[in-house]
């Protein structure tokens, strides 16, 4: 199959349905109603279904019983609509319930714009639910990207019985690219034997529940999951990096953010600074391991983003007090300029403190 | 000497002991509903939905598959099993509080794209497992842990009759309204409930039967006391009846 130009929200329709996904069931909000009109159109080709539901609530629990069957099941939304859904979340999880939930990020808070924005980054990382848990949240950059990823997405949310989050910016969501959808072996994943899909011909009655009501019963689910999620931050850690080698300054920035922080680092490059750049892949599990190897050779790491500074927080965590961390952000739906960002970079470099 | 049986436990219902309290007919529904699971042989290919309430541990009495929702949301959850299963027998079990309350929106929302489940709707005028507070279907005049003067229509509203909004949704196939205050409407609940499963089954489209039951423990009265007080304070506010019969007859 040959190279196809699509919009990025088409793009992760068409990946999910690449991945096996028969089933989605969301509410229209800016900006990824693209991706609810595509999989309208797309899911009854492949015989699944696509299910307007009447509200983001009603979304994430339908995502509930159709994942409580075994069947791979998607949901998106953008930012209002994501905190609508996060009771259904930390459901899925205590339930350990596999699904592929899809935030495009918009402006906020509140109605907030329907303008690009990294600012449920807070939201997508550290639990947006209550109780204590995780999930998996892989943010890509490029189109082609987003077609690995969401293959992934299913297969992490499968092989761990958890929700898996993609987390984009509306940019991401309306650019075009041209994208090939290559066929990948399909991954080995543990059976299903746990969905409730009658008692005919097995054991006896399975039960989906999140509800311990004894508090040592309840303490020892929890050991379980927290061990599901020690695995995944061992093992599902996702980055890439860029000129860290004998780089001086190192930006952090992930999505959208990170091509145009790119641009800026080469422009900074030509001009004689060295900069690197690491970009976080998966936001949660947050990339320790570029950090732990530069962190005693850099003057200094500036974490880009489109949010007040979110993500600089674990910027912070993960260089540990071995070098000093900057911030460069936009926000509101407002997108940094390349200029801004080597602006940024050259008055660092240039010891100008502002 | 042999010893011939002549009554025995529904296959329907584990043997789990359930914590219902003394004179709470929670049980009897669950009963009535197990009987009508295994009376027509699809216990093996049910899946039902717990909802948030008393009756949350549902899904350890009844002897099928079982997935738990969160509170309000087992018509959604029972969309999602059977749009993906619609082979399979698909039902909720709710309160008056999880449905009529926090869950208003995804029942109406089922009913109206006739989603083809069964909806056990247990209506006993208050929230049951949060200790006695006011419900949508709390009467007027009644006491509640949050209307200890009484629930006033100015303040509060008045009671919310969940079959009659229903039965005026197209995707809507069979209602009924039952009581569970003495064993002709008992019978006449489990009449109901066949006839839903029933329903389901034809795949005419959404069905649900409302069972008026008990709270003695909230109600601060005793089992036989509260089966007075459902016959003569709740049955005229809620009519028993047929409010949808899409296919007619019996
Ligand atoms: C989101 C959420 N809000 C509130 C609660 C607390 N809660 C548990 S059960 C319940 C009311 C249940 O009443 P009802 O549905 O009438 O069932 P009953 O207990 O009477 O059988 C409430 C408010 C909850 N579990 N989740
Ligand atoms: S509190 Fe009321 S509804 Fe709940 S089990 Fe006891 S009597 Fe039944």
Not at chain 1, 81 to 88: A, H, I, R, T, V
Not at chain 1, 93 to 120: H, K, M, W
Request: a negative charge; proline letters at 5%.
């Amino acid at each position: 199959m040959g190279k196809v130009l699509m919009k990025g929200n088409e793009v992760i329709a068409e990946s999910a349905v690449h991945a096996g996904c028969k089933y989605f069931f969301g509410y229209p909000i800016t900006p990824q109603s693209e991706l609810v009109a595509y999989m309208a159109r797309r899911l009854p080709e492949v015989g699944g279904l696509f299910l307007q539901a009447e509200s983001e609530i009603a979304a994430i629990n339908m995502v509930y019983g159709a994942s409580s069957t075994g069947a791979r099941v998607m949901t998106s939304s953008s930012s209002p609509g994501f905190s609508l859904k996060q009771e259904g979340i930390s459901y899925l999880v205590g339930s350990e319930l596999p699904a592929v939930i899809c935030n495009i990020v918009r402006g906020g808070p509140g109605l907030g714009n329907i303008q690009p924005a990294q600012s449920d980054y807070f939201q997508v990382t550290k639990g947006g639910g209550h109780g204590d848990y995780h999930i998996p949240v892989l943010a890509p950059a490029s189109l082609q990207e987003i077609v690995e990823l969401i293959q992934d997405a299913f297969d992490i949310a499968d092989r761990y019985r958890n929700p898996v989050i993609i987390m984009g910016d509306g940019m991401l969501g309306q650019m075009m690219e041209p994208v090939e959808f290559t066929e990948r072996p399909v991954s080995e994943l543990p059976e299903k034997n746990w969905a409730a899909t009658g008692t005919r011909g097995d054991g006896g009655p399975k039960i989906i529940t999140s509800l311990e009501l004894d508090a040592d019963g309840l303490e020892k689910r929890n050991q379980h999951l927290q061990k599901k999620f020690a695995e995944m931050k061992e093992k599902e850690v996702r980055y890439e990096t860029y000129k860290t080698e004998d780089a001086d300054y190192i930006i952090v920035a992930f999505g959208t953010v990170a091509r145009i922080a790119m641009n800026a680092m080469n422009k900074a490059r030509q001009d004689g600074v060295k900069v690197g750049l690491i970009r976080p892949i998966s936001l949660w599990p947050f990339p320790e391991k570029p950090f732990i190897e530069t962190r005693d050779k850099v003057n200094m790491y500036i974490s880009v983003e489109m949010s007040a500074g979110q993500m600089v927080e674990d910027v912070r965590l993960a260089v540990n007090g071995h070098a000093p961390v900057d911030f460069f952000g936009r926000n509101g739906g407002v997108v940094p300029t390349q200029e801004e960002i080597y602006h940024k970079i050259m008055m660092i470099a240039g010891g100008i403190q502002v | 000497m042999t010893m011939k049986t002549v009554f025995q436990k529904t296959k329907g219902l584990t043997d789990k002991p359930t914590h219902y309290c003394p004179g709470c007919t929670h049980g009897v529904i669950h009963r009535l509903v197990g009987e009508v699971l295994e009376e027509m042989d699809i216990l093996e290919d049910t899946i039902g939905v717990a909802s948030v309430g008393c009756s949350v541990l549902s899904y350890e009495y009844f002897n099928c598959d079982m997935t738990q929702a969160a509170h309000g949301r087992a018509p959604a959850v029972a969309t999602g099993v059977k749009r993906v299963r619609p082979d399979r027998f698909v039902f909720t079990y709710q309160g008056d509080g999880d449905l009529a309350s926090i869950g208003i929106s995804e029942i109406i929302h089922a009913a109206a794209r006739g989603e083809k489940i069964t909806v056990i709707f247990v209506n006993n005028a208050i929230y049951g497992m949060t200790g006695g507070q006011m419900a949508p279907t709390t009467l007027i005049g009644q006491k509640t842990a949050t209307t200890p003067f009484g629930r006033n229509e100015n303040i509060q509203g008045s009671p919310i009759r969940v079959s009659e909004m229903l039965s005026t949704l197209d995707g809507t196939a069979y209602i009924e309204r039952v009581s569970t205050h003495d064993v002709p409407n008992i019978l006449k609940a489990k009449k109901a409930i066949r006839k839903a499963f029933e329903t389901q089954k034809k795949g005419l489209g959404f069905s649900m039967v409302e069972v008026l039951s008990t709270c003695p423990t909230n109600w601060g009265l005793d089992p036989q006391e509260s089966l007075e007080w459902v016959r003569e304070n709740m049955v005229p506010v809620y009519p028993l009846g047929v409010y949808k019969n899409k296919e007619g007859g019996n």
